[in-house]
């Protein structure tokens, strides 16, 4: 059985148990920032378990891409890890609970796929009776039938619904057993689990204590890998048809016999595996970078570089492997072909990168290696390792490897311990989301208890609204008075709440002898908008009737930038590619921020052409429509949607005429006009393969050009031409400037050879070597160094020491040829000990070092000093 046949019957199984058959979400998961990767079946219905939205559908079936890399070093060695895999997953919200589930599981492993009975176990939780009597039922002896603890087989993520879990094993037989005490739950290649069925039945409060609920769940896992392992009659899952051809590519690139197994079967696994992940993951929107997900993209990318280096490979070639699994998983997953060509470049502009990465990483680890060596030292640091790993991205297994080539070993356990604090520095950081998520759980009550708000600002700006809940300091107030800061939820409102990169409205609340300001508004849970409130006069109480006002001009401001960033967005595909894609906005009332994928600095003809056609646009005055639909029908019309965004049944939709259509909640012009005129403030790189766009329109796009206006006619005024002929002016400036820049040069060079005459006088000769410490009439370090060429080029052998003030910082610089560095010179030792007397620091390689310093009464002694130690150094091995 094909994977394709597998997956679908797994979906038609469930379809006719009337389930609803959803579409894969995102790798990124929507508006969840503690979770990089979407990585169970679960994960898109979270708000659904823990209770912050409520479902659509309480039947769902779904196959999820997902992606977990905490296992990463498991990958290619057990018959179980990957990194990239797809979920397989029925779920119920308050409808069926485990005496559905179970029979149901058993009747399509073991007729829809037709697995043998006797060859599947099953585990349950040790408390859970429920669950082993209607295992029983279905027909599993109870020899099959495995009690297992908490660790393995109850599901919970803190405070929140949890619940016991019970899972499919297939035995692959005693020959693949770990030994005499093998069972069910081992971690060896014997049992594999192929569906984890959860039982979403208990609430977890703070305290630790387990309370039933009232409306249970059924969340199910069947991974499709391993699924297909076991019907295919493999023994992993890259012996399956979703692995082959990706395989046969690798194999045929690295010129290596897969089939052998042993190194060469890993580095093959490994690249596939990670191949896949990065393809996928770059088509739902990451970029390789150097922080969050981006960085998980890059350490993937690079883990696969490096296993292919090993063999030899050191020409880019997994752009190779991408477009073999955009060949198989291309047909289920449309958004693979969609992107090919933005995939495909990535990965090859990535790979070329590392390459260049590890070169330079190299050259890095080589300096290390030669100061441990110098220092009399066996063992590079595991600090030294660790800062070539996270700054360099270079592999802890190859710093060991050219280590071990050099005869030194690396401190593993000091690298785990800088891996260690940098966790804990992240773990920290995690922390501070603590009281978000402790003020979600109270107005989750809160919204359960009844309070509810509807958002009406599509259609008003002010209308009379109830306040129904006052908060202060986290508890609920029944009043505010005049001062106090609180947060607030009306029953109605006109206010906008933050989202999708649009800031919130501000505005009023007003009633008799009432004044409230509106700071913020957010929208914690589903359904619940809260406005940060703070009370200018009066006294606002829980069951006052307000007038809610938006600060209509904020508002109209806002909306100006959020269409333009929409015919931006379509503009940049029209000059750019297809390939370009929204990876974060802003928009705010004075300017609007837009991140898209691209791979290069625009270049001034594709700004200007961009802009242009921006502007045409507004200039052509189109309606802007807004309305809502399904989302199957929003995206049968080619509406955009956002990555990391999610999307319920309904969606609102904003079309601007045939220019722009886009899935959008924000707030928008009627008609683009509105938005006057729009200009490009400014275009960079924020991280690795992503720019950013930041632009105005309305009154800030004119103060802007007015202000270049008088910028340019204050440099006409300065230079004393007519504004007309100020290009030329400037060019003519810039011409002599150079020619005075050629001259300086030219002066300086003249300089430096009367100054080496009068250095080559100073050069004495200490056993045979010639020694020069001489303080130098410069500090610039490019000036020193070629001062050390001329040197080196006039006496052929010899150790230098200069050292030269420049507003009140000192630069030494020591060179020791390499006849000399075989007896025990080394310029990086020596110029540490001479930057401590100048209260500074440097080091470098045995031939060259450079140090600076911010004591330039401390200079001549350093030179003293340096010639002390070159001496004792030369008489020492005499």
Not at 348 to 376: H, K, P, V
Not at 383 to 412: N, Q, S, W
Not at 755 to 780: C, F, H, K, W, Y
Request: hydrophobic fraction near 40%; charge should be negative.
């Amino acid at each position: 059985m094909e994977s394709e046949e597998i997956r679908q019957l797994f979906l038609d199984f469930f379809a006719a148990r009337e389930h609803r058959v959803l579409p894969s979400a995102s790798l990124i998961p929507a508006n969840d920032p503690s979770l990089l990767w979407t990585a169970a079946g679960m994960v898109p219905f979270k708000p659904y378990f823990t209770g912050t939205a409520a479902p659509e559908h309480r039947r769902v079936t779904t196959c999820q891409k997902c992606l977990r890399t905490p296992d990463i070093e498991s990958v290619g060695k057990t018959a179980r890890h990957l990194t990239f895999f797809e979920m397989l997953g029925n779920f119920s919200f308050g409808d069926y609970f485990k005496e559905e589930a179970i029979p149901w599981a058993w009747e399509l492993v073991t007729r829809g796929y037709g697995l043998p009975p006797d060859k599947l176990w099953i585990s349950v939780y040790r408390d859970d009776d429920e669950a082993y009597r209607l295992w029983r039922k279905v027909g599993v002896p109870e020899a099959r039938i495995v009690r297992l603890g908490k660790e393995t087989n109850f599901w919970e993520i803190g405070v929140g619904p949890c619940g016991p879990c019970s899972e499919i094993h297939f035995d692959f037989g005693p020959e693949h057993s770990c030994g005499p005490d093998c069972g069910v739950g081992c971690n060896c290649d014997r049992f594999l689990e192929i569906w984890n069925l959860v039982f979403i039945q208990f609430y977890r409060d703070e305290a630790g204590n387990y309370s039933p609920l009232a409306q249970k769940g059924i969340d199910t896992g069947m991974g499709l890998e391993r699924i297909a392992t076991v019907l295919q009659g493999g023994k992993t899952a890259f012996d399956t048809d979703l692995f082959r051809d990706v395989i046969e590519e690798i194999a045929e690139v690295l010129k290596v016999d897969y089939g052998a197994g042993g190194d060469v079967g890993r580095a093959v696994k490994v690249i596939a595996d990670h191949t896949r992940a990065v393809t996928f993951a770059i088509a739902d929107g990451a970029l390789p970078s150097n922080e969050g997900r981006g960085y998980v993209i890059r350490r993937l990318l690079r883990r696969a570089i490096r296993f292919g280096k090993l063999f030899g490979c050191e020409e880019p070639f997994l752009d190779r492997v991408a477009v073999r699994v955009i060949d198989k998983m291309g047909m289920v997953y449309p958004e693979l072909n969609q992107q090919k060509r933005h995939i495909l470049r990535t990965i090859r502009i990535e790979e070329g990168r590392f390459l260049e990465t590890l070169s330079l990483g190299t050259e890095i680890l080589n300096r290390m290696i030669a100061d441990a060596r110098a220092q009399g030292q066996g063992t590079l640091s595991g600090e030294a390792a660790f800062k070539l790993y996270d700054t360099y991205g270079f592999p802890l297994e190859l710093t060991e490897e050219i280590c071990a080539e050099e005869g030194l070993t690396v401190d593993r356990q000091g690298f785990a311990t800088a891996m260690a604090q940098q966790r804990e520095r992240a773990r920290q950081a995690r922390e501070t989301t603590e009281y978000l998520g402790e003020r979600e759980r109270f107005y989750r009550e809160a919204r359960d208890a009844g309070i509810g708000s509807r958002f009406t600002g599509y259609y008003v700006l002010e209308e009379p609204a109830r306040v129904l809940l006052i908060v202060k300091n986290g508890q609920r107030v029944a009043t505010a008075e005049k001062g106090e800061l609180v947060e607030v939820v009306l029953d109605t409102t006109p206010f906008y709440a933050e989202a999708g990169g649009q800031v919130c409205d501000t505005g009023v609340f007003t009633g008799p002898g009432l004044l409230a300001a509106v700071e913020h508004v957010d929208r914690p849970v589903e359904n619940i908008i809260v406005h940060r409130v703070k009370v200018v006069a009066g006294t606002l109480a829980e069951g006052n009737i307000v007038t809610a006002s938006v600060d209509a001009l904020r508002r109209r401001q806002t909306a100006r930038n959020h269409t333009a960033t929409h015919l931006l967005h379509q503009s940049l595909k029209a000059v750019l590619g297809a390939h370009v894609n929204q990876a974060g906005s802003l928009v705010t009332p004075d300017r609007l921020r837009f991140d898209f994928a691209h791979y290069e600095a625009l270049t001034p003809e594709e700004l200007e052409r961009v802009e242009a056609m921006v502007n045409q646009a507004i200039l052509a005055a189109i309606p802007v429509e807004t309305f809502e639909t399904t989302l199957a029908e929003a995206r049968a019309l080619g509406a955009v949607a956002l990555f990391g965004e999610k999307y319920g049944e309904r969606v609102r939709v904003v079309k601007i005429g045939e220019f722009s259509i886009e899935l959008c909640g924000g707030t928008h012009l009627k008609n683009t006009a509105e938005a006057g005129f729009f200009k490009i403030v400014t275009e960079g790189s924020v991280a690795s393969g992503v720019r950013r766009i930041e632009a105005v329109t309305g009154e800030a796009a004119l103060s802007y050009i007015n202000g270049i206006l008088r910028d340019y006619q204050g440099i006409a005024e300065i230079l004393k031409v007519a504004p007309r002929n100020l290009a030329a002016a400037v060019k003519a400036l810039a011409d002599q400037v150079k020619e005075l820049a050629r001259e300086n040069e030219a002066l300086k060079d003249r300089l430096a050879a009367g100054e080496v005459q009068d250095l080559l006088q100073r050069v004495e000769v200490i056993d045979g070597v010639n020694v020069l410490t001489s303080r130098v009439g410069t500090a610039e370090m490019p000036r020193l160094r070629s001062l050390i060429d001329i040197l080196r080029e006039r006496l052929g052998s010899g150790v230098f020491v200069l050292g030269g003030v420049a507003e009140d910082k000192v630069s030494l610089i020591v060179a020791v040829t390499p006849d000399l560095v075989k007896r025990g010179l080394h310029a990086g030792m020596l110029v540490k000990e001479l930057a401590r007397l100048v209260d500074g620091g440097g080091g470098g390689r045995p031939e060259l070092a450079q140090a600076g310093g911010k004591n330039p009464a401390g200079l001549e002694e350093a030179l003293r000093f340096g010639r002390t130690l070159v001496q004792e150094k030369l008489r020492g091995q005499g």
